[in-house]
């Protein structure tokens, strides 16, 4: 299985973007999709997730309210919506699956699959 993510790029703080994770087959019945951010000098940190249906979703405490998962199953596809975008948001951002038990999807190492990354710049 792999992971492409798109839809990095440069914008101006107070803008919106979406980014999205195509996957090339089914990761599993049950897989949890996850995005997670890096920045230079930065651990990685988790972002967001959403659970194999799409009922249930958690967020970091920095993004939340300002950036929606979701997901398409049908296209075997993940989104992540970005809005109110703050420099601090500059990092490399990764989409990454897994099947492991949902209350452990913040943590990086419960995911198998992990997309190559996409950057996402924000200006002052």
């Known amino acids: 299985v792999q992971l492409q993510a798109s839809g990095g790029g440069f914008v101006q703080a107070g803008d919106s973007l979406t980014l999205a994770c195509v996957a090339s087959?089914?990761?599993?019945?049950?897989?949890?999709m996850g995005w997670f951010r890096k920045s230079p000098g930065k651990e990685r940190e988790f972002v967001a997730a959403?659970?194999?249906?799409?009922?249930?979703?958690k967020y970091a405490d920095s993004v939340k309210g300002r950036f929606t998962i979701s997901r398409d199953n049908a296209k075997k596809t993940a989104y992540l919506q970005m809005s109110s975008l703050k420099p601090e948001d500059t990092a490399v951002y990764y989409c990454?699956?897994?099947?492991?038990?949902?209350?452990?999807?913040?943590?990086?190492?419960?995911?198998?699959?992990w997309g190559q990354g996409t950057l996402v710049t924000v200006s002052s």
């Open positions: 990454a699956a897994s099947s492991a038990n949902w209350v452990r999807f913040t943590d990086g190492s419960v995911y198998r699959y």
């Open positions: 959403i659970s194999w249906n799409g009922a249930t979703t």
């Open positions: 087959a089914r990761p599993g019945n049950t897989y949890g």
